[in-house]
Each structure stands twice: as C-alpha cells, then as structure tokens.
C-alpha cells in the first residue's frame, strides 16, 4: 500500500486504541469530558459497562487495521484495510447521527480519507 494511505490507516488505528482506552478504563473521566454533550454527567457511572463493551468493539477496529500492515499478499491487504475502515465509517457515522455530530470528523472523516487514499494506490 502506499505510504499515505498507511500513515492514515495506522491514524485510524491509533484513535482506536486511544478510544478503548477511553471506553474501558477512563469513562467516568476522559470519557465525560469528550461526551460531556452527548451525555448527562450522572450517566457515566451506570453506562460504564456499556461503554467498556463499546471500547472493546474499538480495539477490534484496531486490531483489524493494524493486522492489514501484517498480511503479504497486495490484495488481501487492501482488502482488509478496506474491510475495516468502512466499518469505521459506518461507527462513524452512526454515532455522528446518534450521538453528536463531532463524531463524524473524528472518527469517519479519518476513515473516508484513509479509504480514498487505499482506493486510490
């Protein structure tokens, strides 16, 4: 793959990790201030299940991102960057739609970019 698409595909799986660890281990505070918006603060403490379940769903972005840098095979790898980042996209744009409109550029826009990059190798 070319090295701007991997620079951005390795982004992606960057903030994933960071959005796990957010998800899993810091909700009732990293998390609250980046969803202060979206929820109110008395929720954090019981939704913190549900958000380590979320982070948990994140890592497996990353985990499939960062896989696509170890397969040998040309297309298979693209492939599987491919895979993966469109399932960011689609998190992404869920949640923008869902949750707050901050979360299309900080997780699709990302995602679409890094598509269009692998797309365009």
Request: hydrophobic share 60%.
């Amino acid at each position: 793959m070319d090295i701007v698409a991997k620079i951005l595909i390795a982004l992606v799986a960057i903030e994933h990790i960071y959005i796990l660890w957010m998800e899993m281990f810091a909700w009732e505070t990293k998390g609250k201030e980046v969803f202060k918006a979206a929820l109110p603060a008395e929720m954090f403490k019981p939704t913190k299940g549900l958000a380590a379940n979320q982070g948990l769903y994140n890592g497996f972005l990353a985990a499939g991102l960062i896989w696509s840098f170890l397969i040998k095979d040309p297309q298979w790898q693209t492939n599987v960057a491919l895979f993966f980042l469109g399932c960011v996209a689609v998190a992404g744009i869920y949640g923008a739609i869902s949750a707050t409109k901050k979360i299309f550029f900080v997780q699709a826009l990302p995602a679409i970019l890094a598509i269009i990059a692998v797309l365009l190798k």
